[in-house]
């Protein structure tokens, strides 16, 4: 059994994960200031993996800002999702917060602001799309993925992992962070359902804030998100803060994370 990063196990002693159920489905969420009534900083995590992808992020910050990592219920639409999240926010009686999503769950943040853009402080969409046509085209159709065998799908997810080059001592712990994580806490349906969310999503139209309140992060040597997705995001939101971090690939929380924090630092303070 893969042990877990030493890290993360002091991120969840410190940061007990606790499930809220809205409407018969469950988030799983890591409060980092519960109880103060400061509006959080919610983070939605990808396609692979759960919130405690963020747990640098919740080591470094947590204790000086309200950080929330969440982890979705096995919803196979992106859409249900989104709307899913904002009764969340409802249940949890944050009428103001910070969103920040990284990959499907960009995805996921945008389809949410633009149902209740009133709510959102800050957009941040990192590593991510709102047209995922690209990404579709390198896996299979929802169709045929929805018939694959559920250990099948979680069997060749962690062989991909397990094949995944070492670089840095970086890219060896977020292997490791993952092989925690996928198949045993993210289980094969959720894989199953994730996946799915994506091969199912719609084009999005643009989130209609002021562009002040968005911040794209992404690195142009990403290996999941295509060069022309990343500049669809770009031209989509010109005007917003574009943070570049060189290395970080598709997991910049991880791969950099001082680059990350220090991003996360110039947004949290920003007026």
């Not at 692979?48 to 219920?73: C, I, N, Q, W």
């Not at 103001?96 to 999503?101: A, K, N, P, R, T």
């Not at 002040?212 to 770009?234: G, H, K, N, Y």
Request: aromatic share 6%; hydrophobic share 40%; net charge neutral.
């Amino acid at each position: 059994m893969t042990e877990l990063p030493a890290l993360l196990q002091s991120v969840r002693d410190r940061y007990v994960a606790r499930r809220v159920q809205v409407q018969g489905l469950v988030w799983a969420l890591r409060d980092t200031r519960p109880g103060t009534g400061e509006p959080p900083l919610v983070m939605l995590p990808g396609a692979l993996g759960t919130g405690d992808v963020f747990y640098k992020m919740l080591a470094a910050l947590g204790s000086e800002h309200r950080l929330v990592a969440l982890s979705y219920p096995a919803l196979e639409s992106a859409q249900t999702l989104a709307h899913s999240l904002n009764e969340l926010f409802e249940a949890m009686s944050w009428p103001q917060l910070d969103l920040l999503g990284t990959s499907l769950g960009g995805y996921v943040a945008q389809a949410a602001a633009l149902a209740r853009g009133d709510r959102i402080r800050r957009l941040v969409l990192s590593s991510t799309f709102f047209d995922a046509d690209l990404q579709k085209k390198r896996w299979p159709s929802a169709e045929s993925y929805r018939s694959l065998d559920v250990e099948a799908i979680t069997a060749t997810a962690r062989e991909q992992l397990q094949a995944g080059p070492e670089p840095t001592p970086e890219h060896a712990e977020l292997k490791q962070l993952m092989l925690v994580l996928v198949g045993s806490e993210q289980t094969g349906p959720a894989i199953r359902a994730m996946r799915l969310a994506v091969l199912t999503a719609s084009p999005l139209p643009r989130v209609p804030i002021d562009e002040s309140r968005i911040t794209l992060i992404d690195d142009d040597d990403d290996p999941v998100i295509a060069e022309p997705t990343r500049l669809q995001m770009r031209q989509r939101y010109s005007s917003s803060l574009h943070i570049r971090i060189p290395g970080g690939g598709h997991f910049p929380a991880n791969l950099c994370s001082g680059a990350y924090e220090a991003a996360l630092r110039r947004i949290l303070q920003a007026s």
